[in-house]
């Protein structure tokens, strides 16, 4: 008799042994796989820029990951943002309702369950230097990678030739404008020149303008996020506005609105018949001066 229990013991505690040994196993598979997914969107060796390179890249990055809280995530990504000196240029945090039914509980309260996904796409931009730092810290909200796709275009080329555009513009617009000086007699030649000046200008300014946009590009680094959180089920009780039977009055209060709205009808009765009592006195002397002038003929 004593055998059983012991036997039983004993396979309870192999039981809670293997329990545990599967549950260590689900939190450290877990954890290295959050690690893994961190590791595969942080690291990035695209167009990592060697010391004392001439070449400059315009690096870009779109992501899309699965996050446990948008919302949550969103602060933390927009404090690494300002933290690693960046800014955010786009937001657009929303909810978009899947699926809405509703479901009667009782007499006057409705169920209301709503099915929505949460979501935001941003676009922010950080340092160069700072971009791969920034990319580790977002790394941290991943609950699962849709895809990271890192761009870079080395513009190197670009800025030079812009340089060279400049300095020829303006070597032109120079003898241009020394010709006008000195050569423009007639009003036709001054003005032909003058605008030939002007647009020479402009193509100068323009290429500058340029080399401004691309420079700040190199050295301004443009993320795209696109986030999203598994599908939230949100339930309420609401009142049954549809269900009009639920208000009418029960019987008694019927019948007690009924008797008031009599009385009421024959108070305003009695109110019109004494509105007229002028009337009623001139027909009442009317009838007996009637009949006391039958009896006077008679």
Not at 28 to 47: P, R, T
Not at 151 to 168: C, F, G
Request: hydrophobic letters at 35%; one cysteine or more.
């Amino acid at each position: 008799m004593k055998t059983i229990p012991k036997v039983g013991l004993a396979f309870l505690i192999v039981a809670l042994a293997y329990s545990c040994k599967q549950s260590e196993n689900t939190s450290e598979s877990d954890l290295i796989s959050n690690e893994m997914v961190s590791e595969e969107v942080a690291s990035s060796e695209a167009a990592v820029e060697k010391p004392n390179s001439k070449r400059q890249f315009i690096r870009t990055a779109d992501v899309k990951f699965r996050v446990k809280k948008v919302s949550q995530s969103t602060y933390a990504i927009e404090n690494a943002t300002t933290k690693f000196g960046g800014f955010v240029v786009y937001t657009n945090l929303q909810s978009t309702i899947l699926e809405r039914e509703t479901s009667k509980i009782s007499q006057d309260s409705l169920l209301e369950t709503i099915k929505y996904g949460v979501e935001n796409n941003m676009t922010i931009r950080v340092p160069n230097t700072q971009l791969d730092t920034v990319i580790k810290s977002i790394a941290k909200e991943i609950d699962y990678l849709d895809y990271r796709i890192i761009k870079a275009d080395d513009v190197s080329l670009q800025l030079l030739s812009n340089e060279l555009a400049k300095t020829r513009l303006k070597s032109s617009g120079n003898r241009v404008e020394k010709a006008i000086d000195s050569k423009g007699k007639k009003l036709n030649q001054i003005v032909s020149s003058e605008d030939s000046l002007e647009s020479k200008r402009e193509q100068y300014d323009n290429k500058k303008l340029e080399n401004l946009s691309l420079r700040d590009q190199v050295n301004f680094s443009t993320l795209t996020i696109a986030m999203y959180q598994r599908e939230t089920v949100r339930q309420e009780k609401i009142a049954n506005t549809e269900n009009k039977m639920i208000h009418r009055p029960h019987l008694g209060v019927q019948l007690w609105d009924s008797i008031k709205s009599g009385w009421y009808l024959l108070e305003d009765l009695i109110s019109i018949f004494i509105r007229f009592w002028a009337i009623l006195i001139l027909s009442i002397l009317i009838w007996f001066g009637i009949k006391k002038y039958k009896k006077t003929r008679k």
